[in-house]
């Protein structure tokens, strides 16, 4: 037999053989998927560093003890995790302390997350330690013994602080439906931009004297005015700093108002940090530096 042919056929076996053993691990690997037929309105999420609850009421999340606004899209991506958790084949059984450990199940090390409806639970789990892969993790399921691996990277979805569940919005407005923006400078003119008409006929005016303002820029301008999100809320803290600026929008039948301090930066490596109160919101609030720079306008700037 030539050689060439010998190892082709070495080649063909081996292929072979690999073939079968994928086909065997394969049907090892037998997926359970525990589904939940009921949507919660309840989610509480003990872990090693701290303990937090979500509720639904009136159709909208909220998440702690102060009920802050939460993050419709995090708390949607709970949801998910929470009504398909796919699980493979038994691992181990947590009927003591030893497994219970080594699985990282155990207060202290674990995550554990009870979804109710009305006041009755429909599902818990009980998140323990990552395998080496990082996205999967060991779990037990409604209180049961059985210790499975479970996809779906529940470790890391379940495992975030309720600041990162909070939502970062602090006012929304409709932007067709503001009328007017009052500016008031601590070291400047104070001058406001208002509306009239509509369609064809809407037109944008300020109380500066002989100043024409252009319909596009103003538009632009309101429209970046028209929502406000922050990357951090301090809710209790004491910020000192200078304020710069009061800014009151008129939406609908409401206004809404926004005061924006600022505590510049000591070193040249330090940045100035900006912050906030609203109307909207009782919690003071850090501003980024480009969302402060749109209230930080004359009515010049919008000039045709």
């Not at 109710?116 to 818990?124: A, F, P």
């Not at 929304?172 to 923006?181: A, F, G, N, R, Y």
């Amino acid at each position: 037999m030539k050689t060439r042919k010998l190892i082709l056929l070495i080649a063909d076996g081996l292929l072979l053989i690999a073939l079968i053993m994928q086909l065997l691990l394969a049907s090892g690997d037998k997926v359970k998927v525990y589904e939940l037929k009921e949507e919660p309105d309840e989610i509480s999420i003990t872990s090693p560093d701290e303990s937090f609850t979500l509720v639904k009421e009136n159709d909208h999340w909220f998440v702690g003890e102060k009920k802050y606004p939460a993050n419709d899209d995090y708390v949607e991506s709970l949801l998910d995790s929470l009504k398909s958790v796919k699980v493979m084949d038994k691992v181990a059984s947590a009927n003591n302390d030893l497994t219970i450990s080594r699985y990282e199940l155990n207060e202290g090390k674990n995550i554990l997350v009870t979804a109710k409806k009305e006041g009755n639970t429909l599902r818990t789990l009980n998140i323990g330690k990552e395998s080496t892969a990082g996205s999967q993790a060991y779990i037990t399921v409604d209180g049961g013994k059985d210790i499975y691996l479970a996809g779906g990277s529940l470790s890391s979805t379940f495992g975030k602080d309720l600041s990162y569940f909070r939502s970062r919005n602090v006012y929304s407005l409709d932007k067709e439906q503001i009328t007017s923006v009052s500016i008031t400078p601590e070291n400047g003119k104070a001058w406001t931009l208002s509306k009239t008409g509509s369609g064809e006929n809407l037109s944008w005016y300020t109380n500066v004297p002989d100043l024409v303002i252009d319909a596009g820029k103003a538009a632009d301008w309101v429209k970046g005015l028209a929502s406000i999100n922050t990357p951090v809320w301090h809710d209790d803290a004491d910020l000192s700093g200078n304020k710069i600026l009061t800014a009151e929008i008129s939406c609908g039948n409401s206004s809404t108002s926004l005061e924006i301090y600022e505590i510049p930066a000591k070193t040249e490596e330090d940045k100035t940090v900006y912050y906030g109160f609203s109307s909207a919101s009782p919690y003071q609030f850090e501003l980024a530096a480009y969302a402060v720079e749109r209230f930080k306008k004359n009515a010049e700037d919008l000039a045709e």
